[in-house]
C-alpha cells in the first residue's frame, strides 16, 4: 500500500531505529557502515540504523531523505495511521502524535472500526499494540466471513 507522507517527516525525527533486512541490498550499500549496528534478536546480517543526537534519522539531509528511492522496507511500510485508526497514542514521539491528529477517517464500517477498538491489547509498546489490533479485528472477520 502507498504511504501518504508528502513532506512529513515525523517518523524521521522521532528516535527511532530503523531495521534493514539482509536482501535490501541498494540500501546497505547507500548507509555507511559506520552508522549500521547488529540488531538484537536477529540473525546476523541483520542491522538496525541509529539516529543522531537530536533523534533524527542520519539519512535526513535538509528535511528530506537522502536515500528516499533506496530507503529501508521498514520505512517504505511504516505507516502513522494506524495510531489514528486504534487510537493508540504514539508516547514519547511528539512529532509521530501531532502528525496522527491530523488525520480524519469517514467510517463506513461501523463493527469492523468497532471490532478493531475491542481488540486493543490494554498493554504494551503502542505500535505493537495498533498493529495486534488491526490485525486481530482483520483475522475475526476473515474466520466469520
Do not use: N
Not at 536477529?42 to 528516499?68: F, N, Q, T, W
Not at 511528539?94 to 464500517?109: K, L
Amino acid at each position: 500500500m502507498q504511504v501518504p507522507c508528502g513532506a512529513c517527516t515525523a517518523c524521521c525525527r522521532s528516535s527511532q531505529f530503523v531495521h534493514i533486512e539482509p536482501d535490501e541490498t541498494e540500501t546497505l550499500a547507500r548507509v555507511p557502515a559506520a552508522l549500521r549496528f547488529p540488531a538484537p534478536g536477529l540473525p546476523k546480517g541483520h542491522v538496525v540504523l541509529g539516529y543522531d543526537e537530536r533523534g533524527h534519522c542520519p539519512m535526513l539531509v535538509d528535511g528530506a531523505c537522502s536515500i528516499y528511492e533506496h530507503r529501508p522496507r521498514t520505512c517504505r511500510t511504516y505507516d502513522c495511521r494506524v495510531f489514528a485508526v486504534t487510537g493508540v497514542e504514539p508516547d514519547g514521539q511528539p512529532a509521530i502524535a501531532a502528525r496522527v491528529r491530523e488525520w480524519r477517517f469517514e467510517v463506513d464500517d461501523r463493527e469492523r472500526w468497532d471490532a478493531v477498538h475491542a481488540a486493543l491489547p490494554p498493554t504494551g509498546p503502542p505500535i505493537e499494540r495498533a498493529l495486534r489490533a488491526l490485525s486481530s479485528a482483520s483475522s475475526r472477520r476473515t474466520a466469520s466471513t
